[in-house]
């Protein structure tokens, strides 16, 4: 069975501070992509990133970086030099290959005060 | 623009009520989905479809019902079978890269 968690439920940081969100995965699968979506308060879920169970490589993207490492099962996500426009709901989610079912983490509330 | 537009935005049901919640894209993907999120829970699949006339349960069916007669739109009714259907419902659908969403259906029961 697969399952998604991310521990931190809430986050609280001041503008511009650096944050990490975690995300831990279980799976018995080898093939496999790993999600990170962003839910503002409008409330739709911005896709963010898609990671290849084969690519271990980090990726950065503006202020955002992703840290997927198989050994631990972890796909963590950075956001540096936060602001206040990050403030959102941030979900990781799991896909086997050729599988209809995508298993989301709980989601970590993070706010950003200015 | 391409994307999926879930109607209504808010949506209140009496007990006993069934109500269809709307979700259309024009992305041509075949894939669609419903999930269900509760505060603190993530997102639960209800339902989904990879192709017309065809789909399948989640982990959280009961008490819900599909159809999709057409590849551009899945609806999704919750019934009056469904003890707890106060939440935020989201429709999606899967491209090659990944899902894409609508912006939701808050349900709440009076």
């Known amino acids: 069975a697969q399952k998604v968690t991310q521990a931190q439920t809430e986050i609280s940081v001041v503008e511009k501070e650096d944050v990490t969100l975690d995300c831990v995965y279980e799976?018995?699968?080898?093939?496999?992509?790993l999600f990170w979506y962003k839910q503002p308060p409008s409330g739709e879920l911005v896709f963010l990133i898609r990671r290849n169970s084969f690519d271990e490589q980090n990726e950065i993207s503006g202020r955002y970086s992703w840290n997927f490492q198989k050994s631990t099962s972890s796909f963590n996500f950075t956001i540096t030099a936060s602001q206040v426009v990050d403030s959102a709901v941030y979900f990781c989610a799991l896909n086997l290959y050729n599988n209809n079912d995508m298993r989301f983490g709980a989601g970590t509330r993070l706010t950003v005060k200015p | 623009d391409g994307g999926i537009t879930q109607s209504p935005k808010y949506l209140f049901r009496k007990e006993g009520q069934n109500v269809t919640l709307s979700c259309e894209q024009n992305l041509n993907h075949d894939a669609m989905y419903w999930y269900r999120q509760d505060p603190g829970q993530g997102l639960r699949l209800i339902y989904y479809?990879?192709?017309?006339?065809?789909?399948q349960k989640g982990d959280i069916a009961e008490g819900y019902s599909v159809s999709r007669e057409k590849k551009e739109s899945f609806p999704l009714t919750v019934t009056s079978a469904q003890k707890n259907p106060t939440a935020f419902y989201l429709c999606?659908?899967?491209?090659?890269?990944?899902?894409?969403f609508g912006s939701g259906t808050r349900l709440t029961v009076v």
């Open positions: 479809s990879q192709i017309v006339n065809d789909f």
């Open positions: 999606a659908s899967r491209g090659t890269v990944g899902y894409t």
């Open positions: 799976t018995r699968d080898t093939t496999y992509y």
